[in-house]
């Protein structure tokens, strides 16, 4: 399966502290794609970085991608409560022709 | 473009009434996805599309769910007849190959 998994399953921080979230991986693959879901919404996309790139970033976000460990990694700095949500990762294959599926997440409690 | 749009936002219903859920993808979009989400089984795909016409079902629980694409603009997920252990919140997603898919806000179904 190309289903991503996401470490830890939880996570609470304070106010201001970076919250690193893990993913792994099982296959070979195109790009790795991180989506956010605030409470009983869609998930959002935050960032895809493929499979020939090893570090992303997008404002206080930073994507890494291990490819020989098939792992990825999503580091938020100086957290916000509003960053509180869940944080999913998905793998599509070179085909293309995959679904995104996945994993059950890293709830995110940012303490004000 | 508005977005993946899903109708209803929420629905109500008894058990053995049948339920249709609509969605319209992003135009231009090669795949469209059907999950379902619920506090146990986290989020699960369902069935997905390329290009009209479904590559996989294997999600789909029972024979009382069935999906359609009739054109690339509407997809249809039907569930008949209703039962409680549907309730859940029902997502579409749509997006070009090899690229981030973009969600609906959900419909969340509840049969009583």
């Known amino acids: 399966s190309q289903q991503g998994e996401e470490d830890p399953q939880a996570l609470s921080i304070q106010e201001g502290e970076n919250a690193t979230m893990n993913c792994s991986y099982k296959t070979s693959i195109n790009n790795l794609q991180w989506y956010r879901q605030n409470s009983g919404r869609g998930l959002v996309h935050l960032i895809l970085i493929r499979s020939n790139e090893r570090e992303k970033h997008s404002g206080r976000l930073r994507v890494t991608l291990d490819t020989s460990k098939k792992s990825s990694s999503l580091l938020i700095t100086a957290s916000r409560a509003a960053d509180t949500a869940s944080y999913f990762c998905?793998?599509?294959?070179?085909?293309?022709?995959?679904?995104?599926?996945f994993g059950k997440g890293t709830r995110l409690s940012v303490i004000a | 473009d508005a977005g993946v749009i899903q109708s209803p936002r929420h629905e109500v219903t008894e058990m053995g009434q049948e339920v249709t859920l609509r969605c319209k993808p992003i135009s231009g979009h090669d795949y469209l996805f059907w999950y379902r989400q619920t506090m146990m089984r986290g989020l699960e795909l369902l069935i997905y599309f390329n290009n009209n016409v479904p590559i996989d079902d294997s999600g789909m629980p029972e024979d009382r769910f069935s999906a359609k694409m009739p054109n690339a603009s509407f997809s249809t997920l039907k569930i008949q007849p209703s039962e409680p252990r549907d309730s859940a919140v029902y997502f579409c997603?749509?997006?070009?190959?090899?690229?981030?898919?973009?969600f609906g806000q959900g419909t969340r179904l509840t049969v009583v």
């Open positions: 997603a749509s997006r070009p190959i090899r690229e981030a898919a973009f």
């Open positions: 998905a793998t599509v294959l070179n085909s293309g022709n995959t679904p995104l599926v």
